[in-house]
């Protein structure tokens, strides 16, 4: 355990460009010190997977995510055998063209073992952050199997035995909230949900994230989207839209979120046709 | 304050928390007790709000407990309304006609007792919706190759692969939405309606509810369990709204903003129970609707108002949105139902 208080979380979380609020320096430091995994939700662009990413960097660990989606399965998720090989190993044993000491069981030994990323990490042990993101897309029955690997980080490789972490990784849940997960799985874990950043935060992001961009920019961007996200609209801007702005209409050289400029670099912070129209019926309170 | 009995003061909050709705079992008093331990006593809030909150709707709840017991009080929510069930007495009918009669009765002329009969009925609507391909793949007679099953079948033929195994994408049904409408003037259908969604939920686990009024409530949990007269309690102490205004347009907006862009209703099937009387903006609701369309497999529409065959969709709001609906039917009574959950298989 690398840090002595949430405080130093923070600290460490700031060198590395990524600013949290007080709760979720919190929440990554008892998640590492009681050794549990951290439940982030939030609006997408909030930066939850970021937090994985960020913490890989500053633990000096190896990342290892795991992109969920509708249908994903053990076999996605841990390990499986590489079946092209096995047969091409059969034919051979069989043609005598392997020598006998190279044994049949061997066809099902480490070397024809496809590692998959839960399977990955549970290996590398504390050397590792294990980002599994967007749970919330999976089905219930891999939720039911993240559990169960999550319980006591082992995982049974029916011809290879019990592969267990001698530490266990850094495990960062992201959830959009799509559906609610188990309460079965969220009693494993600790919790945090993300808001969106202050006005002064977000500009601080910004100028971390954007280089060359002038403060009074940020700062303009930054209570611009503040004021988008208080609109009605389909997709809030998230953090990431608003670096993407910053970005764009610093490219532009605008010295604010103001007029002509604002309004042809729209596009990099509010991605919907309606959300579009939405801005656009409010422009005079919301951007100029 | 913490300080004499910091052991005792946070089984106390626990249990607190607990008497408020929050699923917080000595387990997690005990992960909240570790997790302070950790941390300097004014980080406290952080603690609990790590380890015994485990969804955003909760953080009000909590922080007016946690103002209780250590700090400034927050305001509340304010408390449920309870659901009024209208038991109205009526002639009894002979037993052996009495399916074929309910079958036929509109929901608004029923009594309590003949709806949790009808319940029963409702729960063996064959509701087939229709499948979509997964990422998964299964077993098959014909498709793609399955080089799993065929080096294991090999090892019978002496490692040659004589017998072909295949596979192919795994069809699932498709996600079957609710949208029901419990507002004043749905009054006499919102009841029926819910319990037909308590019986569609229970054919797959993935199908979700919603009610809306001037709000919007999802009511999924609610709805689970095997007693239709427990869940439709449940859901009546959830919905805030239940017998008030309609604002259709906006409460689809939020469900499109809080669940459907997320995903919920990408590739669903959504049912919008309503009588489409609006108070709200038409051209609101004709948006969303239009929106929802290009989200989802398919939207229907049941408006009891259409069991009356002079009903013509007038009010401006089911105009708006009659375009962008795929089917239109009415679903007053348990025959018109079970025509509609025929008609979504196709």
Same mark, same amino acid.
């Given at each position: 355990?690398?840090?002595?208080?949430?405080?130093?979380?923070?600290?460490?979380?700031?060198?590395?460009?990524?600013?949290?609020?007080?709760?979720?320096?919190?929440?990554?430091?008892?998640?590492?010190?009681?050794?549990?995994?951290?439940?982030?939700?939030?609006?997408?662009?909030?930066?939850?997977?970021?937090?994985?990413?960020?913490?890989?960097?500053?633990?000096?660990?190896?990342?290892?995510?795991?992109?969920?989606?509708?249908?994903?399965?053990?076999?996605?998720?841990?390990?499986?055998?590489?079946?092209?090989?096995?047969?091409?190993?059969?034919?051979?044993?069989?043609?005598?063209?392997?020598?006998?000491?190279?044994?049949?069981?061997?066809?099902?030994?480490?070397?024809?073992?496809?590692?998959?990323?839960?399977?990955?990490?549970?290996?590398?042990?504390?050397?590792?952050?294990?980002?599994?993101?967007?749970?919330?897309?999976?089905?219930?029955?891999?939720?039911?199997?993240?559990?169960?690997?999550?319980?006591?980080?082992?995982?049974?490789?029916?011809?290879?035995?019990?592969?267990?972490?001698?530490?266990?990784?850094?495990?960062?849940?992201?959830?959009?909230?799509?559906?609610?997960?188990?309460?079965?799985?969220?009693?494993?874990?600790?919790?945090?949900?993300?808001?969106?950043?202050?006005?002064?935060?977000?500009?601080?992001?910004?100028?971390?994230?954007?280089?060359?961009?002038?403060?009074?920019?940020?700062?303009?961007?930054?209570?611009?989207?503040?004021?988008?996200?208080?609109?009605?609209?389909?997709?809030?801007?998230?953090?990431?839209?608003?670096?993407?702005?910053?970005?764009?209409?610093?490219?532009?050289?605008?010295?604010?979120?103001?007029?002509?400029?604002?309004?042809?670099?729209?596009?990099?912070?509010?991605?919907?046709?309606?959300?579009?129209?939405?801005?656009?019926?409010?422009?005079?309170?919301?951007?100029? | 304050?913490?300080?004499?009995?910091?052991?005792?003061?946070?089984?106390?909050?626990?249990?607190?928390?607990?008497?408020?709705?929050?699923?917080?079992?000595?387990?997690?008093?005990?992960?909240?007790?570790?997790?302070?331990?950790?941390?300097?006593?004014?980080?406290?809030?952080?603690?609990?709000?790590?380890?015994?909150?485990?969804?955003?709707?909760?953080?009000?709840?909590?922080?007016?407990?946690?103002?209780?017991?250590?700090?400034?009080?927050?305001?509340?929510?304010?408390?449920?309304?309870?659901?009024?069930? =209208?038991? %109205?007495?009526? #002639?009894?009918?002979? *037993?052996? +006609? /009495? &399916?074929? @009669?309910?079958?036929?009765?509109?929901?608004? !002329?029923?009594? =309590?007792? %003949?709806?949790? #009969?009808?319940?029963? *009925?409702? +729960? /063996? &609507?064959? @509701?087939?919706?229709?499948?979509?391909?997964? !990422?998964?793949?299964?077993?098959?007679?014909?498709?793609?190759?399955? *080089?799993?099953?065929?080096?294991?079948?090999?090892?019978?033929?002496?490692?040659?692969?004589?017998?072909?195994?295949?596979?192919?994408?795994?069809?699932?049904?498709?996600?079957?939405?609710?949208?029901?409408?419990?507002?004043?003037?749905?009054?006499?259908?919102?009841?029926?309606?819910?319990?037909?969604?308590?019986?569609?939920?229970?054919?797959?686990?993935?199908?979700?509810?919603?009610?809306?009024?001037?709000?919007?409530?999802?009511?999924?949990?609610?709805?689970?369990?095997?007693?239709?007269?427990?869940?439709?309690?449940?859901?009546?102490?959830?919905?805030?709204?239940?017998?008030?205004?309609?604002?259709?347009?906006?409460?689809?907006?939020?469900?499109?903003?809080?669940?459907?862009?997320?995903?919920?209703?990408?590739?669903?099937?959504?049912?919008?129970?309503?009588?489409?009387?609006?108070?709200?903006?038409?051209?609101?609701?004709?948006?969303?609707?239009?929106?929802?369309?290009?989200?989802?497999?398919?939207?229907?529409?049941?408006?009891?108002?259409?069991?009356?065959?002079?009903?013509?969709?007038?009010?401006?709001?089911?105009?708006?949105?009659?375009?962008?609906?795929?089917?239109?039917?009415?679903?007053?009574?348990?025959?018109?139902?079970?025509?509609?959950?025929?008609?979504?298989?196709?």
């Amino acid at each position: 355990m690398p840090f002595g208080s949430a405080t130093e979380v923070e600290e460490a979380l700031r060198r590395e460009s990524y600013l949290p609020d007080r709760g979720l320096a919190t929440a990554v430091y008892l998640a590492l010190a009681m050794r549990r995994p951290l439940l982030l939700e939030g609006e997408a662009g909030v930066g939850k997977t970021e937090v994985g990413k960020t913490l890989a960097r500053i633990l000096g660990a190896e990342l290892v995510r795991l992109q969920c989606y509708e249908g994903i399965d053990a076999a996605q998720a841990l390990y499986e055998w590489d079946y092209a090989r096995q047969l091409l190993y059969a034919r051979a044993l069989q043609a005598g063209e392997v020598s006998v000491d190279e044994r049949v069981a061997e066809l099902y030994g480490p070397d024809f073992l496809v590692e998959r990323p839960v399977l990955h990490a549970l290996r590398a042990g504390s050397a590792a952050v294990l980002l599994v993101d967007e749970l919330d897309r999976a089905d219930d029955e891999f939720e039911a199997f993240l559990l169960e690997v999550l319980s006591d980080f082992t995982v049974t490789v029916p011809e290879l035995g019990t592969i267990a972490a001698d530490e266990p990784p850094v495990v960062v849940i992201t959830s959009n909230r799509t559906r609610e997960l188990h309460d079965a799985l969220k009693r494993r874990c600790l919790y945090h949900w993300i808001e969106f950043p202050d006005v002064e935060r977000e500009a601080e992001i910004i100028r971390l994230r954007v280089p060359g961009v002038e403060a009074e920019l940020a700062r303009s961007v930054a209570e611009t989207v503040a004021r988008l996200r208080a609109l009605d609209l389909v997709k809030r801007p998230g953090a990431a839209e608003a670096i993407d702005w910053a970005a764009a209409l610093s490219l532009v050289g605008a010295p604010a979120a103001a007029g002509e400029a604002a309004r042809e670099t729209l596009g990099a912070a509010v991605k919907n046709r309606e959300d579009q129209a939405r801005v656009e019926a409010a422009w005079a309170e919301v951007v100029d | 304050m913490v300080a004499s009995d910091p052991y005792g003061t946070l089984v106390r909050f626990g249990r607190a928390l607990r008497a408020e709705g929050l699923p917080v079992g000595p387990d997690r008093v005990a992960e909240l007790g570790r997790a302070a331990a950790l941390l300097e006593p004014d980080e406290l809030y952080w603690a609990g709000r790590t380890t015994v909150v485990s969804r955003p709707e909760q953080i009000p709840v909590y922080d007016a407990v946690f103002g209780r017991f250590f700090g400034p009080p927050v305001p509340m929510p304010g408390p449920p309304l309870v659901l009024r069930i =209208r038991a %109205e007495v009526e #002639e009894d009918v002979g *037993l052996a +006609s /009495r &399916i074929e @009669l309910l079958r036929e009765k509109s929901f608004s !002329r029923c009594t =309590r007792e %003949e709806l949790l #009969e009808l319940a029963e *009925l409702m +729960s /063996r &609507i064959d @509701l087939v919706v229709p499948r979509r391909r997964t !990422r998964r793949r299964e077993p098959a007679r014909s498709g793609a190759p399955d *080089l799993r099953r065929t080096l294991r079948r090999s090892f019978r033929t002496g490692g040659d692969p004589l017998e072909r195994a295949w596979r192919r994408r795994r069809r699932r049904p498709r996600r079957l939405i609710l949208l029901l409408d419990v507002s004043g003037s749905m009054d006499a259908y919102s009841r029926a309606l819910v319990l037909f969604a308590h019986a569609a939920l229970r054919s797959d686990r993935r199908f979700e509810a919603f009610c809306f009024g001037t709000r919007l409530t999802r009511v999924t949990r609610q709805l689970e369990g095997p007693n239709p007269d427990d869940a439709l309690r449940r859901a009546a102490a959830e919905v805030l709204d239940w017998d008030g205004g309609t604002r259709i347009g906006e409460c689809l907006e939020r469900f499109l903003d809080e669940y459907g862009h997320g995903g919920l209703a990408r590739g669903a099937v959504v049912v919008i129970c309503s009588d489409g009387l609006d108070v709200g903006d038409p051209e609101l609701l004709g948006e969303a609707i239009a929106r929802l369309s290009r989200l989802a497999h398919r939207v229907v529409w049941l408006n009891p108002l259409k069991e009356d065959p002079a009903y013509a969709p007038l009010a401006r709001g089911m105009q708006a949105a009659l375009p962008h609906v795929d089917l239109f039917a009415s679903g007053h009574n348990l025959a018109s139902l079970e025509a509609v959950g025929k008609a979504l298989a196709r």
